[in-house]
Antibody, heavy 128, light 109 residues
Framework: QVQLQESGPGLVRPSQTLSLTCSVS??????????WTWIRQPAGKGLEWVGR???????TYSSSLKSRVSISIDTSNDQFFLNLTSVTAADSAVYYC????????????????????WGQGTVVTVSS | EVVMTQSPATLSVSPGERATLSCRAS??????LAWYQQRPGQAPRLLIY???TRATGVPARFSGSGSGTEFTLTISSLQSEDLAVYFC???????????FGQGTKVDIK
């Protein structure tokens, strides 16, 4: 079955760029049925949606991070990436990649979306 | 931005008893509401989408209800493996709007 695995540096210096990779295995990232999403979780806190990318390269970002975040995709290698610039301690978190899937309601009037597959997460600390 | 507020922050329930978790939206989100379970040290796991539809493989003791601004996740008979933090999540594909509640921690009494 499809699995996701995050990778990248665990320590990033303030003002530098955080770069993470999510590798997809057990299936192709080249699917018309899914978005590929980044979500983060500061230690002891709740979840924050960061952004998503489609196979075509179309992206959507959190309004609070939009000026600093970019997500890209490499369909040849079944990977997608997160770049977050000008990081501060507030960006320290566990970063998860997840697959977004879509489900029709029983009467097909609404399409629901959900993160049905997650990576195990990678801890990123911003510190000098 | 839609603000999702969960209550209580912590819930202590004895094994076999019912657990009821609440999630309130600051404005109507129709049925665009999902629930996720996060066990200690693990990634979140999808439980419910569309406010009331169980995801594949989720035990029947988990049920979701509600629409508009008030939602409930019920665990009908708590098991030890249900020790976790539960998050509600509002999603709106277009225009893209996503927000999580702050979570309810379920302890085994």
């Amino acid at each position: 079955q499809v699995q996701l695995q995050e990778s990248g540096p665990g320590l990033v210096r303030p003002s530098q760029t955080l770069s993470l990779t999510c590798s997809v295995s057990g299936g192709s990232i080249r699917t018309n049925s899914h978005y590929w999403t980044w979500i983060r979780q500061p230690a002891g806190k709740g979840l924050e949606w960061v952004g998503r990318i489609y196979t075509s390269g179309s992206t959507t970002y959190s309004s609070s991070l939009k000026s600093r975040v970019s997500i890209s995709i490499d369909t040849s290698n079944d990977q997608f990436f997160l770049n977050l610039t000008s990081v501060t301690a507030a960006d320290s978190a566990v970063y998860y990649c997840a697959r977004t899937s879509y489900f029709d309601s029983s009467d097909y009037s609404v399409t629901h979306e959900a993160y049905d597959i997650w990576g195990q997460g990678t801890v990123v600390t911003v510190s000098s | 931005e839609v603000v999702m507020t969960q209550s209580p922050a912590t819930l202590s329930v004895s094994p076999g008893e019912r657990a009821t978790l609440s999630c309130r939206a600051s404005q109507s989100v129709n049925s665009n509401l999902a629930w996720y379970q996060q066990r200690p040290g693990q990634a979140p796991r999808l439980l419910i989408y569309g406010a009331s539809t169980r995801a594949t493989g989720v035990p029947a003791r988990f049920s979701g209800s509600g629409s508009g601004t008030e939602f409930t996740l019920t665990i009908s008979s708590l098991q030890s493996e249900d020790l976790a933090v539960y998050f509600c999540h509002h999603y709106n594909n277009w225009p893209p709007r996503y927000s999580f509640g702050q979570g309810t921690k379920v302890d085994i009494k």
